[in-house]
């Protein structure tokens, strides 16, 4: 049985006549009376009376026109949902970034938000090196990174630019200071994120540079933890400048730009290039876009 036999049976159950579900149906009698007969066929049951004249249903049929609306409700509520897809009324879109990455995202979902406050916005917590293959394995629709990557199957949209930039307590030295050198740190005790990324590497290759000691006394795992802990005088650090914005504006913590390390890091959300985006992602991909300038 097909869901066009099945709105046949429930429209002639309801009319009570032959004639007059062809009339709604917008179909000849002969045929609406073949949809019924070839649906009885296939199920071995006579499902009206044909003793009847006013469309009188058998036993067999009134078991079976319950469940028939109860399909038909589901295949109008099915519509009903894909239409509020389509047009942004709910939905969810999922998306991965790391703890540095987030921070970039934060004035796109206010955006998102105020255009779309019915779409669930979903941000996981991932590993950097990781994203990709989450993408790729339709883990999440979009990722958030700091670097291109080099997997074909995917596109990356650049979304922002950041850098990153020393901070330091309100209290310490260099705080009335707009830039430093890297040799006037020497006798600095950082405080590090634990995370291997290129920008790691790329700290400890400008110190070897310029001949000066990198000294890092602690690392933690949370990017908050280490703003706090340099806010209390423990150290200082290197960080992405948007991950510390709030703080800075509020005058919590100094920032400053270290004079031969200017890391630029580029920010790019990706997806998978060959895949149809739900309507959510596209509508926050391109929320992204303009909120970028870009």
């Known amino acids: 049985m097909d869901i066009n036999q099945l709105e046949v049976l429930v429209t002639v159950a309801r009319e009570k006549s032959f004639s007059r579900a062809a009339e709604l149906l917008e179909r000849t009698q002969p045929a609406v009376s073949q949809a019924i007969r070839r649906l009885e066929e296939e199920l071995g049951e006579t499902l009206f009376d044909r003793s009847s004249k006013d469309g009188t249903l058998t036993d067999a049929g ?16 099915a519509g009903a949902a894909i239409k509020d897809l389509r047009g942004l009324h709910k939905g969810k879109v999922t998306i991965s970034a790391n703890e540095h990455t987030v921070f970039c995202l934060l004035p796109v979902i206010q955006a998102f938000r105020e255009r779309h406050p019915n779409i669930k916005i979903e941000v996981q917590r991932g590993v ?5 293959k989450e993408i790729t394995a339709r883990e999440v629709e979009l990722g958030v990174i700091s670097f291109k990557p080099n997997d074909a199957s995917l596109r990356s949209v650049p979304i922002l630019t950041d850098e990153l930039i020393l901070i330091v307590a309100l209290t310490h030295p260099l705080a009335k200071k707009r830039s430093v050198s890297i ?8 405080i ?24 890092i006394a602690v690392e933690l795992p949370s990017l908050e933890a280490i703003k706090r802990l340099v806010e209390t005088g423990g ?21 400053l730009s270290v ?3 200017r890391l630029e890091r580029k920010l790019n959300i990706i997806y998978r290039k060959n895949s149809v985006l739900s309507h ?7 929320t992204a876009k303009e909120v970028s300038g870009k």
């Open 235 to 255: 150290g200082v650090a290197l960080v992405p400048k948007l991950a510390v914005r709030f703080e800075i504006e509020k005058g919590r913590l100094a920032g």
């Open 192 to 215: 590090a994120h634990n995370a291997v990324s290129p920008y790691r590497r790329k700290v400890f290759e400008a110190f070897e540079k310029h001949r000066t000691p990198l000294n």
């Open 259 to 261: 004079k031969e390390m």
């Open 280 to 286: 959510a992602a596209e509508a926050f991909l391109k």
């Open 128 to 132: 950097a090196s990781r994203i990709p």
């Open 62 to 77: 009134e078991a079976l026109v319950g469940y028939a609306r109860q399909m038909l409700n589901l295949r109008t509520a």
């Open 183 to 190: 040799r006037e740190l020497g006798g600095e005790r950082f």
